[in-house]
């Protein structure tokens, strides 16, 4: 599967942006997807993940009730609303597939996108 998000940017704090993730290559809707996120000098850390179905989806605690995720398998695309942006969720994000939903929160991801930049100015 290749990867490609899109829609970051610079957002003041307290405003939303919405990041898209287009797959290809092998059936998207057969795959977990996750959303992953690198700020200056940190470890990359989950944010959110959804099930091939989108019967479930987990969060990460400092973005639970501010960010959405969803996917649209017709489309090929998983989505991360993120809302009441903090200066703090500045970071290059990135999406992820997987084959198996378990061990969504850790890096062990099969597939990567290449990140897009969010910048949240305060």
């Known amino acids: 599967v290749q990867l490609q998000a899109s829609g970051g940017g610079l957002v003041q704090a307290g405003g939303s942006l919405r990041l898209s993730c287009a797959g290809s290559g092998r059936t998207f809707s057969n795959y977990a997807m996750g959303w992953f996120r690198q700020a200056p000098g940190k470890e990359r850390e989950f944010v959110a993940a959804?099930?091939?179905?989108?019967?479930?989806?987990d969060y990460a605690d400092s973005v639970k009730g501010r960010f959405t995720i969803t996917r649209d398998n017709a489309k090929n695309t998983v989505y991360l609303q993120m809302a009441s942006l903090k200066p703090e969720d500045t970071a290059v994000y990135y999406c992820?597939?997987?084959?198996?939903?378990?061990?969504?929160?850790?890096?062990?991801?099969?597939?990567w996108g290449q990140g897009t930049l969010v910048t949240v100015s305060s």
């Open positions: 959804i099930t091939w179905s989108g019967s479930r989806k």
């Open positions: 992820a597939a997987k084959a198996a939903y378990n061990g969504y929160y850790t890096l062990k991801y099969n597939y």
